[in-house]
């Protein structure tokens, strides 16, 4: 099993910069593809950025040039650099694992327990 952990959301005004954090343990992170995702109230879950145990990164559309995923295996440690934020980013951002590809987003096994951004105008 994998537990992951998120952290660093909170409230930032638009324009503002925010970095997640997610620690990973169970299991040695190199050997994970991992992503983020995003959920706002009354809408699905939605994919924002993977990458993958070889430093492979792909990102949803509205989020390139915006946010960046990286990785610290030593530190089993997984970030989203997240700048020039808007309104439309508020949201519950969770952290998740797979085995599989990072290119399908329902073969993500393992979730964290999501972080909040609230982004104001």
């Known amino acids: 099993q994998v537990q992951l952990v998120e952290s660093g959301g909170g409230l930032v005004q638009a324009g503002g910069s925010l970095r997640l954090s997610c620690v990973a343990s169970?299991?040695?992170?190199?050997?994970?593809?991992m992503g983020w995702f995003r959920q706002a109230p009354g809408k699905e879950r939605e994919f924002v950025a993977a990458i993958s145990r070889s430093g492979n990164t792909y990102s949803t559309d509205s989020v390139k040039g915006r946010f960046t995923i990286s990785r610290d295996n030593a530190k089993n440690m997984v970030y989203l650099q997240m700048n020039s934020l808007k309104p439309e980013d508020t949201a519950v951002y969770y952290c998740?694992?797979?085995?599989?590809?990072?290119?399908?987003?329902?073969?993500?096994?393992?979730w964290g327990q999501g972080t909040q951004v609230t982004v104001s105008s």
């Open positions: 169970g299991r040695t992170l190199s050997s994970l593809g």
């Open positions: 998740a694992a797979t085995d599989g590809s990072i290119y399908y987003p329902r073969g993500y096994d393992f």
